[in-house]
């Protein structure tokens, strides 16, 4: 089992920032896979960002240029920072981690950007 609690969300004015954190606990040995989803209302949920098993990164095309993953594995934590965000970034911003076949995932943070 692996437990993961975000961070971070909030309100910010549309050209601001917010950073995201990712604590994992658990089984943390066995995730080969961790990172960021979205969901907007009416939308299905999409990919952000997430290091990939072997180590790559996998970054949104709408993202790019703009939003940032990092990660401490010491302290199994990832963070998403988010710069120059956009209205369309409004959503529901979920921590993901992929052990083998499952994903755990977190209860969401919201992160609302106001024009």
């Known amino acids: 089992q692996v437990q993961l609690v975000e961070s971070g969300g909030g309100l910010v004015q549309a050209g601001g920032s917010l950073r995201l954190s990712c604590a994992a606990s658990?089984?943390?040995?066995?995730?080969?896979?961790m990172g960021w989803y979205r969901q907007a209302p009416g939308k299905q949920r999409e990919l952000v960002a997430a290091?990939?098993?072997?180590?790559?990164?996998n970054l949104a095309s709408s993202v790019k240029g703009r939003f940032t993953i990092s990660r401490d594995n010491a302290k199994n934590t990832v963070w998403l920072q988010m710069n120059s965000l956009k209205p369309e970034d409004t959503a529901v911003y979920y921590c993901n981690a992929h052990v083998f076949a499952m994903d755990y995932w977190g209860k969401g943070t919201m992160v609302t950007v106001s024009s």
């Open positions: 658990g089984s943390t040995f066995r995730i080969n896979a």
């Open positions: 290091f990939m098993s072997g180590g790559s990164t």
